[in-house]
């Protein structure tokens, strides 16, 4: 059965199907990442290191080919699935350099008598379920932390990105990854459900909707197993004042704009203060009104946009759009579907009512949300009344102003006077129905890890 498959958003043309795993295929998947965890968490840090570290120089290697591979599946643009290999590298690297720092024997006090010392080892093997919207990264940041510290993987990737997936397990294989310590694998919905239940699987991280993460979640729970979600986002931006509008709302737009609008953390619910709020507005319609459709080698140009993920996805979006609008809100640009391909020209959307559908759900893709407040606590009002928390950025002229309301919103990560904190050295991960658990950083290697106490009495 050919769920996986490669299908051109711009086009629609399917260029590429793969089979679904069979549940021979899948056992025997599970069996080869048990066999191999006892050797591969046997070894000392520094080896699995050092092949982690040839795997970050592959990602950057091949950074080029897997920036097409990305187009073709999503709809990527170029320029920015080149940025996206580079960090899947850096961050492995990350791992690579600072894992055995990360792992190390912590030696805590006692007034017994005897050694008390907290040991940081490898559970055995883990699940990732991964998204297509960040198909490098993604996996990065999963894979990156637990190959160091010796976990084995089993990697379901999205379905619309089956040559993503390949291309990283062949980077594996090039790197000298072990047979069974990281495996791609084709797996449908109740595959997934066979290997959380499986004993022998001690953990499953999964990037993706709300649905998907309460199925996964539930699942763990009943078989007892750990998991970390990172699941949707709807950001707030709160923009308290500026000496440059015109500015503000680039940056504001660039942001969203990014990976065309389908990113968690994209700024989602961008918050504008009232004495600026029409300047602002008009300024990102100019920005709108100006771009076209484009492939995603085009589409490395600011002016233009690429398709979305699927015509699925777009269909969606322009159904949400459209139920915002006879909702009440004001579509003041852009919002068309186009006739073929996964295309929604870029859109500003303003006067979205509390209780709408706009309000609560999440926009993934090319729209602009704006609303106008009219005091400080105003915005952080508006902003903590998500049922997200995921990310969240506070701009001022007043650095002091711009961190009191940051220092209050009811997100993971809050920023202030950027769009967003990035690099493989800061956590990432979310509270409220954006998840728990956290990826990157030190953090990111805290997870799936047994920390364990080792008492030598005296």
Known sequence: MSTFKVQDPTTGEVLETFDTATDAE???????????????????????????????????????ELAVIA?????????????????ASAIIGYYADHGAEFAADQEIPTESDGTAIIRRRPIGVLLGIMPWNFPYYQIA??????????NTILLKDANLCPRSALA??????????????????????????????????????????????????????RNLKKAVLELGGSDPYIILDSDDVKKAADTAWATRMYNTGQACNSNKRIIVMEDIYDEFVDRLV??????????????????????????EAAEHLYEQIQTAVQEGATLRVGGELSDTGAYISPAVLTDIAPGT?????????????????????????????????????????NVERAKKIASRL????????????EGAELPFGGVKRSGYGRELGPLGMDEFVNKQLYYVSR
């Open 168 to 221: 990283v397990q062949q980077i594996m294989d090039e790197a000298g990854v072990p047979r069974g310590v990281y495996t791609n694998l084709f797996a449908d919905h109740d595959q997934v459900a066979r290997i959380i239940a499986d004993p022998r699987v001690q953990g499953v991280s999964l990037t993706g909707s709300e649905r998907a993460g309460a199925i996964v979640a539930e699942q763990a729970g």
């Open 141 to 150: 940041r999963f894979a990156g932390p637990n190959l160091v510290l010796g």
């Open 26 to 64: 899948v056992t025997a998947a599970i069996d080869a990442a048990h066999a191999a965890y006892a050797e591969w968490g046997a070894r000392p840090i520094t080896e699995r290191a050092e092949i982690a570290s040839k795997v970050a120089r592959l990602f950057d290697a091949k950074k080029d």
């Open 410 to 421: 009811e997100v993971g990560m809050a920023n202030v006077n950027t769009p967003a904190g």
């Open 357 to 397: 559908k706009a309000y609560s759900e999440e926009l993934f893709g090319p729209v602009a949300a704006v609303y106008k407040v009219a005091s400080d606590e105003e915005a952080l009002e508006l902003a903590n009344s998500s049922d997200f928390g995921l990310g969240g950025a506070v701009f001022s002229t």
């Open 71 to 87: 187009g073709q599946e999503m709809g990527k643009p170029y320029s920015e699935a080149v940025e996206e290999a580079e960090f």
């Open 286 to 311: 100019e920005l709108a009104k100006a771009m076209k459709p484009g492939t995603p080698k085009e589409a490395s140009a600011d002016d233009v946009y690429s398709a979305l993920s699927s015509r």
